[in-house]
């Protein structure tokens, strides 16, 4: 059946539902927005689960509330008829001369097939939908990536591929290792893939028709034509929540869906989110780090996951970006820091700064000793032996740096070491990195999915404390996840935690603090209840760790104890940038 159909309107010439073959014969279906007329163009392609034809004023009506009253620029020069969840708007970017692809993957949207997100098959597909691209009369050769969040994610697995005409990306708060970052976090299972998948996946997948939404522009159902069955529905999906819960180490399944990024050749700019708490901080960082690419770029910015992706700030960047590899104008990028950093003040005050390395290389790699006595941060080993007991379902221990009588940097990777037992065969642990001002209030900050995020967090199960030595650093551990060392019950073992990267600069007057708790942080238990949000807000978003199947309370809610002794002196290891790096 010939689905597509071409028209010219709001100054793009279109094609709807435009028909990708694949090797194996099933065509995928894609929208085309083009300059009208005769000529060769670069591409921007994407290709993703979320259903190019439900609009985003619609499948994420809160969000967009959001967007547009943090960046009312977007709302400008556009009808916004054509705006779709974490994508460029088309009428932004083809009046400048890009092509805009939006590709359905397989399974979802108007792309018929089995749906299994992720996957080895998706990659594939991405990779010849980038060949396809680069091929039509309408194309100049060279095809880039652009978009946020899942469209980020297979940007990594498919660059490690090298299709030809991929000539750049731009991975925009994307994770990079689908089982430390997507599925289980220091070895838990984040409860963000089932609950994602249910709200964002399945209400648009291949087959939902006539019981979906339709297409504001075209009428059609945004995942139809044809409407299945529930139980064809079920038959045409794989059961990915349930392959996570089952799959507790790092085994082939995690491997297969995380990419060798030695591999990747293609330039690349990578724009991470320091309030990314759950799934958008640690990718982006660890892939610059470990891209194979010789032309690569780090940014780092706050605020929502959203809002600078669309904001003028955001847009102005990958377009420099864009123009420089895919145009071969004169934007400035070869003048571009290889690192750009907004540092983060309180207040959601940021101050960009170039740098030329990640980590920064003149970081005072400095260890604050966790002390029994007042609870307190210090650069002085403690030298009295104690335990300090918690309850892993309150709010665990915090300990606090004395109020900065100077602004105090912190920016980078950032280690922990505790040695912890507990009264029986495991513990779960969650570190958080947090800010009080001078009257002893938390200072939060808008996260990428929540807007109450603390500065920092990092989490470890610890049975599964086995570090790998080969790639472990001593302000990144890394873990294998490739057996279990069950726990003695009162016998404390020694683990290294990692919590994800950051940058906040201590004000004079207040306090920085790290608690060790036994649950998911919250601000204060309260729900901020944003109109129209999918889910509780109190200070980590949808990255909950709750399946009591993952964490039976007969394990996991009971009390863990702390360890103080000479040679098991407890401390978390920050990056100080000295002064002058403070702004």
């Known amino acids: 059946m010939d689905l597509m159909k071409s028209e010219i309107r709001d100054g793009m010439q279109t094609d709807w539902d435009a028909p990708i073959a694949m090797d194996d014969g099933l065509v ?51 009808s916004n008829k054509y705006q779709n969840w974490e994508l460029v708007d088309p009428e932004k970017w083809v009046p400048d001369g890009y092509v805009v692809i939006r590709v359905d993957s397989r399974g979802a949207g108007r792309s018929p097939g089995f749906l299994d997100v992720w996957s080895p098959r998706e990659t594939r597909d991405l990779y010849q939908c980038i060949e396809w691209a680069g091929t039509q009369p309408w194309s100049n050769g060279k095809v880039g990536i652009n978009g946020i969040s899942y469209y980020a994610m297979n940007q990594w697995t498919v660059g490690a591929l090298k299709p030809p005409h991929l000539a750049a990306m731009c991975i925009w708060e994307g994770s990079s290792d689908h089982y430390r970052e997507l599925s289980r976090h220091g070895g838990i299972l984040s409860n963000f893939f089932k ?67 030695s591999q990747i050749e293609a330039p690349l700019l990578s724009a991470g989110n320091w309030g990314g708490v759950g799934l958008h901080t640690r990718g982006n960082f660890e892939g610059y780090m470990r891209a194979g690419s010789k032309q690569k770029w780090l940014e780092v910015h706050g605020d929502t996951h959203f809002t600078h992706f669309y904001s003028n700030y955001g847009s102005t960047l990958q377009k420099r970006f864009f123009g420089h590899f895919l145009k071969g ?30 980590p920064l290389a003149r970081t005072q790699w400095t260890r604050y000793y966790l002390q029994s006595d007042g609870l307190a941060l210090s650069t002085v080993a403690p030298s009295t032996p104690a335990t300090l007991s918690y309850d892993t379902t309150g709010d665990g221990l915090t300990f606090s740096l004395a ?11 950032i280690a922990a070491k505790l040695w912890v037992s507990s009264e029986t065969t495991d513990a779960d642990l969650f570190l958080v990195l947090r800010l009080f001002d001078p009257e002893g209030k938390e200072v939060t900050f808008i996260g990428s999915n929540d807007p109450r995020t603390p500065i920092a967090i990092g989490w470890l199960r610890a049975s599964q404390r086995k570090l790998d030595p080969q790639r472990s650093l001593p302000y990144r551990p890394w873990h294998s996840h490739d057996e279990e060392w069950p726990l003695t019950p009162g016998v404390p073992v020694e683990l290294d935690i990692e919590i994800w990267p950051t940058s906040i600069v201590v004000p004079p007057g207040y306090r920085l603090a790290l608690t060790v708790r036994g649950k998911d942080y919250e601000v204060d238990g309260s729900d901020i209840a944003l109109p129209n949000a999918p889910y509780p807000m ?17 394990v996991f809610a009971t009390r863990n104890t702390m360890h103080v002794a000479p040679a098991k002196e407890p401390y978390v290891l920050l990056p100080v940038i000295p002064a002058g790096g403070a702004d």
């Open 403 to 413: 109020a900065q009588t100077q602004a105090l940097e912190i920016t980078g990777p």
């Open 195 to 261: 609950s994602w998948f249910g709200r964002q996946v399945l209400r648009v997948q291949h087959g939902v028709g006539d019981r979906g939404c339709t297409s504001q522009v075209t009428g059609a159902p945004a995942a139809g034509p044809e409407t299945l069955s529930e139980a064809e529905l079920a038959a045409n999906r794989a059961d990915c929540p349930g392959e996570i819960k089952r799959r507790k180490f790092a085994d082939d399944y995690y491997a297969e869906r995380t990419a060798d990024f």
């Open 329 to 358: 104008e004169d934007t400035g990028w070869d003048r571009q820091p290889r690192v750009d950093l907004n540092i983060r003040h309180p207040g959601e005050k940021f101050v960009l700064r170039g740098e030329n390395e990640w």
């Open 28 to 78: 995928l279906r894609a929208d085309v927005f083009r300059p009208i007329g005769e000529g060769r163009h670069p591409v921007i392609l994407t290709y993703g689960p979320y259903a190019k034809g439900q609009a985003f004023q619609e499948g994420y009506k809160g969000n967009w509330q959001r967007l547009v009253k943090a960046a009312p620029e977007v709302l400008e020069g556009s």
């Open 538 to 554: 109190k200070g980590v978003g949808p990255f909950l760790h709750i399946d009591p199947d993952d964490r039976p309370p007969a």
